[in-house]
């Protein structure tokens, strides 16, 4: 992930407070149902775009022994994409964007939009800000790690226009790896993060909010963001660059795929009522923080040299 200044989210404890996020999403793990009833993904006509965080020319962030986020990015999407044309998903995209930071975002925006997909998942491997990092030396070269953090992380942004939809993907996602031991970072809501704090939408599945990632805000079509895991912690740099590991994500991102494609076409009330439950909750934050949507709006700031361009 990269980090670029941001005024911050709500505070989670301003959310939990007013709209009990757990108990509130008690029956959301029963979003899958729809298989239960006989109900079938048509996985030959359900098109994914799998976008390729970052570019060989802004390659995001550097892991603990000094790989660059983009090969981490590309690594895990070409697995991904075998597995889930493997699995039927015979239109999946394997989106890989070059060129400079500010460019290829509005590059692979064009793009996606283009394909019309049902849905687009973002690749991406995470990092942490600047201060929580030490300096140690691998391979006889000086590098930084933070052991702090670790485990994956699932964004929406308020601004897609297929909200309710980012938000349910995003969380059959984030169950799904949780079903297969993945647990999710929490870091993000806590106040040390200043700027960086993120608003928990989803605490189940570890689903955040955050409206100015540019490539979920400008797709039309349902987007989620995932970070895999920390790359700046050095166990963890070497668990994502594990085949078991890849396969293991990939085989969530194919079931949340396929249960999320049998919720579209089904349209079954129940999914549709747990759905749109979350966008109520996502929706009536905003009333706490009446300048947040000026704050979402802000344009993007570089940090400097220890900083990296946004998404």
Same mark, same amino acid.
């Given at each position: 992930?990269?980090?670029?200044?941001?005024?911050?989210?709500?505070?989670?404890?301003?959310?939990?407070?007013?709209?009990?996020?757990?108990?509130?999403?008690?029956?959301?793990? !029963?979003?899958?149902?729809?298989?239960?009833?006989?109900?079938?993904?048509?996985?030959?006509?359900?098109?994914?775009?799998?976008?390729?965080?970052?570019?060989? !020319?802004?390659?995001?962030?550097?892991?603990?022994?000094?790989?660059?986020?983009? /090969?981490?990015?590309?690594?895990?999407?070409?697995?991904?994409?075998?597995?889930?044309? !493997?699995?039927?998903?015979?239109?999946?995209?394997?989106?890989?964007?070059?060129?400079?930071?500010?460019?290829?975002?509005?590059?692979?925006?064009?793009?996606?939009?283009? &394909?019309?997909?049902?849905?687009? &998942?973002?690749?991406?491997?995470?990092?942490?800000?600047?201060?929580?990092?030490?300096?140690?030396?691998? !391979?006889?070269?000086?590098?930084?790690?933070?052991?702090?953090?670790?485990?994956?992380?699932?964004?929406?942004?308020?601004?897609?226009?297929?909200?309710?939809?980012? &938000?349910?993907?995003?969380? &059959?996602?984030?169950?799904?790896?949780?079903?297969?031991?993945?647990?999710?970072?929490?870091?993000?809501?806590?106040?040390?993060?200043?700027?960086?704090?993120?608003?928990?939408?989803?605490?189940?599945?570890?689903?955040?909010?955050?409206?100015?990632?540019?490539?979920?805000?400008?797709?039309?079509?349902?987007?989620?963001?995932?970070?895999?895991?920390?790359?700046?912690?050095?166990?963890?740099?070497?668990?994502?660059?594990?085949?078991?590991?890849?396969?293991?994500?990939?085989?969530?991102?194919?079931?949340?795929?396929?249960?999320?494609?049998?919720?579209?076409?089904?349209?079954?009330?129940?999914?549709?009522?747990?759905?749109?439950?979350?966008?109520? /909750?996502?929706?009536?934050?905003?009333?706490?923080?009446?300048?947040?949507?000026?704050?979402?709006?802000?344009?993007?700031?570089?940090?400097?040299?220890?900083?990296?361009?946004?998404?």
């Amino acid at each position: 992930m990269t980090w670029s200044r941001r005024i911050p989210i709500v505070s989670i404890a301003v959310v939990a407070s007013s709209l009990a996020l757990g108990a509130a999403w008690g029956e959301t793990p !029963d979003i899958a149902a729809p298989k239960s009833d006989g109900a079938k993904c048509a996985r030959d006509k359900f098109r994914v775009v799998l976008d390729v965080g970052h570019t060989t !020319d802004a390659p995001g962030a550097s892991s603990a022994r000094g790989v660059d986020e983009y /090969v981490f990015n590309l690594r895990l999407a070409k697995v991904i994409d075998q597995k889930m044309i !493997d699995a039927g998903f015979n239109k999946t995209v394997l989106m890989v964007t070059g060129g400079p930071g500010n460019k290829s975002m509005y590059e692979r925006v064009g793009r996606a939009n283009g &394909l019309s997909p049902d849905l687009l &998942l973002s690749i991406h491997h995470d990092s942490v800000p600047d201060k929580f990092k030490e300096k140690w030396e691998y !391979d006889g070269k000086p590098a930084v790690f933070s052991d702090q953090f670790s485990g994956h992380s699932i964004f929406v942004s308020d601004n897609n226009v297929h909200l309710q939809e980012s &938000l349910l993907f995003g969380h &059959l996602l984030g169950e799904q790896l949780k079903s297969r031991g993945m647990q999710y970072t929490p870091h993000y809501t806590k106040s040390f993060m200043g700027r960086y704090q993120r608003q928990l939408l989803d605490a189940d599945a570890g689903v955040y909010r955050y409206d100015t990632l540019f490539v979920l805000k400008k797709s039309q079509m349902p987007a989620v963001l995932l970070e895999a895991g920390s790359i700046v912690n050095r166990d963890e740099e070497l668990l994502m660059a594990s085949p078991e590991r890849q396969l293991q994500i990939s085989a969530a991102v194919i079931d949340a795929v396929d249960a999320f494609c049998v919720a579209q076409s089904t349209r079954q009330p129940q999914v549709a009522q747990s759905a749109r439950r979350m966008t109520q /909750v996502a929706r009536s934050v905003l009333r706490h923080r009446p300048n947040q949507t000026a704050a979402a709006a802000a344009p993007i700031t570089k940090m400097g040299q220890s900083g990296l361009d946004a998404h």
